[in-house]
């Protein structure tokens, strides 16, 4: 069995397998992904990856100059790279790219660059970034299923992966950068933490999922900087 079309079973031949489909069950189908979605995704979550390096070096509070401009420019290199050969990630009928390029790394950079004390909070963009969209997308297509019932072009299985991709991945992300050394206030739990930023990962999964000629990426950046900045005056 395959889910073709959400709800409605398709058998295949005997000793038949549907091309965009890797394995099979009773209760799951999972189909794989384009070479093409596949590079995709590897360039959408990659970067949420170099928030890691700063778990391990300790670093002033606010954050150097010489640090902003590292940042800075780790950030233009990444984001020029993946514009300029972004037609081999391209779907069909898609823009240039720009606006979803521009608007992953502006969303994380003046994020950090307006709020160098709360070095979390940019962190905590590019995890949801990274990791809840970037899930989102790749579960929706490889476990398709049930369609959302606000938005038929997207699934509960993509839905899903961005709230628990995205909760764990921003919660371990802001968690570790407040453990610098150097912090000037106090480190937060794990479950501080998590509490500080669930909310804002709920409602960049909600913006994501809606029907919108606005990219995902500016939706997405916009609510999750607005919703960690201001949850971070709690802590």
């Known amino acids: 069995m395959s889910f073709s079309t959400p709800g409605i079973y398709r058998s295949l031949a005997p000793g038949r397998v549907s091309r965009n489909m890797t394995s099979q069950s009773p209760f799951v189908a999972i189909h794989s992904l384009t070479s093409k979605e596949s590079r995709r995704r590897l360039w959408h979550i ?6 890691f390096p700063l778990q391990l070096v300790s670093h002033a509070d606010p954050v150097s100059e010489t640090l902003r401009a590292i940042i800075l420019f780790v ?5 020029a790279h993946v514009y300029l050969r972004f037609r081999r990630i391209q779907r069909h009928q898609q823009d240039s790219g720009l606006s979803a390029v521009v608007g992953y790394a502006l969303a994380v950079l003046l994020t950090i660059l307006a709020f160098p004390d709360r070095l979390e909070v940019g962190l ?8 809840g969209d970037g899930s989102a997308t790749a579960f929706g297509k490889m476990l398709r299923g049930p369609t959302l019932p606000w938005n038929s072009s997207k699934s509960w299985a993509g839905f899903l992966a961005f709230l628990i991709c995205g909760s764990i991945m921003t ?4 968690w570790g950068e407040t453990q610098n050394p150097e912090a000037q206030e106090p480190p937060l739990s794990l479950l501080r933490a998590l509490l500080l930023t669930s909310p804002a990962v709920v409602l960049c999964a909600i913006v994501e999922s809606l029907n919108s000629r606005i990219n995902d990426n500016i939706r997405v950046g916009v609510v999750g900087a607005s919703t960690l900045i201001l949850l971070s005056f709690l802590r």
Do not use: E, K
């Open 171 to 174: 919660t371990w992300i802001y």
């Open 75 to 79: 950030v233009f290199v990444l984001a």
């Open 46 to 51: 990659a970067p949420g990856l170099l928030a």
């Open 124 to 131: 905590g963009v590019l995890a949801i970034l990274a990791f």
